[in-house]
């Protein structure tokens, strides 16, 4: 895993169900690892990337989850199918480890997304989730006794003027966990 580009990603969706709901933008900053004697490992930005997709099924979303996630139909005039988003990201990210913060929620919908479009998943097998990492490392500190990414950034002086965005979560998310690695 160490050799491994890393994939931090982001989803953002029309509500909480991945088997009812929808990925309606994908965002993903590839990054490099490079061992340190000593030290986290060096992390230096590959290439990033968001992909906006046209949802499908604007009836089962849930409002809420459209209010925070900013969508409107102007924005996604020009928003790619699902599965032409899959194809791209699988390509862009073959053989990285995924990097997520609540790692199951984000990767239960990249599954379905792989599934449902029939793209393969290229993906490194291990997954690392940011939110375990920030709890076991934090675990003894009194000052924290919360794990969101939000909170996380505060943590660690991480601005995130966009949240709820694909892409600013994850560039977020990429410079909260360079801090926890020490890299």
Known sequence: MKAETLAFIDVETTGLDPEKHEIIQLACVLAKQTPRTGKGPEISLLEEFELKIAPTRLHDAEPEALRINGFNEMEWMFAIDLKNAMEHFAKKAKGAVMVAHNLTFDDAFIQKAFKSTGVENTLYFQKLDTLSIAFAQH?????????????????????????????????????????????
């Open 139 to 183: 675990y003894n500190r009194g000052d924290i006794d919360k794990y969101s990414l939000r909170y996380l950034c505060e943590v660690y002086g991480v601005k995130n003027e966009r949240a709820h965005t694909a892409l600013a979560d994850t560039k977020a998310l990429f410079e909260v966990y360079k801090k926890m690695m020490g890299a």
